[in-house]
């Protein structure tokens, strides 16, 4: 597995297959108490989720530590003097990132005949976020009809409304679902529909 680099403070901070799957397992709801919090000393409490056992104790002790200096994760302190570990505002981002990178878009078995299609005029001040998502919809499969405009033969408005949102471009981006377009059988062709 890579490892994924997040600049903080100017300071590279690495993210391997250990961290990421504590994050995920975070953000899924899953529970993970210390005995105090990850910047001193701390043991794992054992009625911690079976998932967690998974892993190897210390390298999750270790990849804790990490990335709760990084402010990827935080703590919330109870009065017994435990901790649980939370995800903090830039891991709930790093998830989201993670999230975006496993997306897909299911191929029915019948096509209903509808063309999606996403049209986009975003902003210079906003190009990373245009380049991200003309770059994501062809990794998804779209079809490029014009510079910022992408066309789709299936099911796709879940997708679509995670990715303009987690890339903030909900005022720049719209789409439509059309039943004719005058390159249809191009397009049946490249789809195979």
């Known amino acids: 597995m890579h490892h994924l680099d997040i600049m903080r403070e100017n300071k590279q901070i690495h ?3 250990v961290a990421k799957k504590i994050l995920l397992l975070l953000a899924t709801g899953a529970r993970l108490s210390l005995t105090r919090r990850p910047d001193v000393y701390f043991r794992i409490l054992r009625e911690t ?3 967690w056992g998974k892993l190897n104790e210390e390298s999750l002790r270790r990849t804790v530590k990490k ?3 990084s402010k990827l994760i935080g703590c919330r302190e109870h009065n ?3 901790v649980e570990l939370v995800l903090g505002e830039e891991g709930a981002k790093r998830v989201l990132r993670y999230q975006l990178d496993t997306i897909e878009i299911k191929k029915p078995a019948k096509w209903d005949g509808l063309w999606r299609v996403v049209m986009f005029d975003i902003p210079e001040q906003k190009r990373e976020g245009r380049n991200a998502l003309g770059a994501k919809l062809k990794e998804l499969g779209f079809y490029p009809l014009q510079k910022s405009a992408f066309i789709l033969p299936y099911a796709c408005k ?3 409304d995670f990715i303009v949102e987690l890339f903030e471009l909900r005022p720049y981006v ?3 679902i059309v039943k004719e377009i005058d390159i249809g059988l191009h397009l049946k062709q490249k789809f195979g529909v």
Request: glycine share 12%.
């Open 15 to 17: 993210v391997g297959p």
């Open 49 to 51: 989720a079976a998932e």
């Open 67 to 69: 990335l709760y200096q």
């Open 80 to 82: 017994d003097g435990t």
């Open 158 to 160: 879940d997708e679509i």
């Open 174 to 176: 719209r789409m439509l």
